[in-house]
């Protein structure tokens, strides 16, 4: 039986660069993790669209819903802060999640519900702004 061994050796200066590189798509992943969530919470916070007021309980108010589709009207900013970038892989992989208990339940609907989506359209709104962010990655390695 043949045996094959190879060895790659790699310069000083292909290393650093490596390291560089691997630098800054840890960098734009956050930035892009970061530009959604603000993204989102901005679209909360708009409360732009006037659905049926109905008043809600614990804590008391009045709440006015958001139209079909739209992002979801906020009263008490519950939603808003548990909106929040995670990673995994040392930062090279990135999330958006909300970690308020009815999240999905806004994001996809229910069936006595529609959906009032928040972070898919901020993942839309933002997609430009980040294939920038990864574009000037690849121009300053």
Do not use: C, W
């Amino acid at each position: 039986m043949a045996r094959i061994r190879t060895d790659i050796n790699r310069n000083p200066r292909q290393e650093e660069y490596l390291r560089n590189l691997d630098r800054r798509v840890i960098q734009a992943v956050k930035r892009s993790a970061n530009l959604v969530r603000n993204e989102a919470v901005q679209g909360i916070n708009r409360q732009t669209s006037s659905g049926s007021v109905y008043e809600k309980y614990n804590p008391r108010r009045t709440h006015t819903a958001s139209l079909e589709g739209d992002y979801p009207n906020t009263d008490t900013g519950n939603l808003v802060r548990n909106i929040a970038p995670e990673f995994e892989d040392g930062g090279r992989i990135g999330f958006v999640v909300s970690k308020a208990l009815y999240s999905r339940f806004l994001e996809f609907g229910t069936r006595h519900m529609a959906e009032r989506p928040f972070l898919q359209p901020s993942l839309e709104k933002a997609k430009g702004k980040i294939r920038s962010i990864f574009r000037k990655l690849v121009r300053g390695a």
